[in-house]
T-cell receptor, first 112, second 114 residues
């Protein structure tokens, strides 16, 4: 069985603070993919990043960075110098054999 | 290029009524999915299809039916609406079943059952 756990329900920060979102997953598969999606207040789902199980390199894209650690089954996401536009729900997801399993999401609230 | 289009965006139903959520994609994707999102929860898979004429149950299929007569369309039918089906529904598609594929999501359909 697959499972994705996002233990943080909501995180509130003041603009320019960094925020880290935790994601822990469970799977018995050796090949799998991990994703992060953003859901802004408008409701659509926006793809942010994909990482396969064989690639543990961390990745940085602008103010976003991701830390994948297979040993702890974690795929954490950090927003550096947060902005109000980062306010959204962020979902971590695990895909194995084509079916995407989502975590419950973390609501990020960035106040000016 | 419209991507994945869902209609309606909003709908209010009375208990026991039936309705169909429409989903169409113009990317010639074989794989299509229906998810529901409840408040404070992640998305849960209702049904999926690997091609025209082929559908299968996901994690939460009870109370729903689907059909896939064409590659483009994947409607979701609620036969006897119940308050527990109040949710936001997302349709998605992908070009293959590979776990690497990024799903393209529609904008969502918010359904309220009273």
């Amino acid at each position: 069985a697959q499972k994705v756990t996002q233990a943080q329900t909501e995180i509130s920060v003041v603009e320019k603070e960094d925020v880290t979102l935790d994601c822990v997953y469970e799977t018995r598969d050796t090949t799998y993919y991990l994703f992060w999606y953003k859901q802004p207040p408008s409701g659509e789902l926006v793809f942010l990043i994909r990482r396969n199980s064989f690639d543990e390199q961390n990745e940085i894209s602008g103010r976003y960075s991701w830390n994948f650690q297979k040993s702890t089954s974690s795929f954490n996401f950090t927003i550096t110098a947060s902005q109000v536009v980062d306010s959204a729900v962020y979902f971590c997801a695990l895909n194995s054999w084509g079916k995407l399993q989502f975590g419950a999401g973390t609501q990020v609230v960035v106040t000016p | 290029n419209a991507g994945v289009t869902q209609t309606p965006k909003f709908r209010i139903l009375k208990i026991g009524q039936s309705m169909t959520l429409q989903c169409t994609q113009d990317m010639n994707h074989n794989y299509m999915y229906w998810y529901r999102q409840d408040p404070g929860m992640g998305l849960k898979l209702i049904y999926y299809s690997v091609g025209a004429g082929i559908t299968d149950k996901g994690e939460v299929p009870n109370g729903y039916n689907v059909s896939r007569s064409t590659t483009e369309d994947f409607p979701l039918r609620l036969e006897l609406a119940a308050p527990s089906q109040t949710s936001v529904y997302f349709c998605a598609s992908s070009s293959s079943s590979s776990g690497a594929n990024v799903l393209t999501f529609g904008a969502g359909s918010r359904l309220t059952v009273l």
